[in-house]
């Protein structure tokens, strides 16, 4: 009975967890397409203007963390608007994430895997 118990709930736990919504204020791109439906949204694109130019989801507002005009545009942003970031892998936007939350914004989430998965599972680019 003990081998039955772990052979059905071995494999429940892995379709759980692969399905299951990231942590750590990471979306998928599913949750954040449904996400961006959300009225009063800001979005953010991270990379570069040369990478921004060459595609982005519509509606961006591009603010290069790398070149630093995210962190001296924060203060501009609105605190209270749940923020949504994305950059070409997710390493930019995840830390503009945390910076952001340490700056006090309350709801701030990144696209996991980036526009490269946003491009990946087919969803428009501008």
Known sequence: MRRLV???LI???VLISCTAPQGGGTLDTQA???ALATHG????DVRTPAEYADG??????NL??????LEQRMATL????????????????AAARE???AAGFGDVKDLSGGITAWRSARLPVK
């Not at 949204?41 to 953010?44: E, K, N, Y």
């Not at 982005?56 to 507002?61: D, K, P, Q, S, T």
């Not at 609105?78 to 970031?85: F, Q």
Request: net charge positive; aromatic share 6%; hydrophobic share 50%.
């Open 99 to 101: 910076a952001m939350s």
């Open 64 to 69: 290069d963390w790398a070149g630093g005009v």
């Open 32 to 34: 954040f397409q449904q």
């Open 41 to 44: 949204v800001l979005l953010i």
């Open 56 to 61: 982005h989801i519509e509606g961006a507002l």
């Open 78 to 93: 609105d605190k209270a608007k749940p923020v949504l970031l994305y950059c070409a892998s997710g390493r930019r936007s």
């Open 6 to 8: 772990l052979t059905l």
């Open 11 to 13: 494999p429940a736990l």
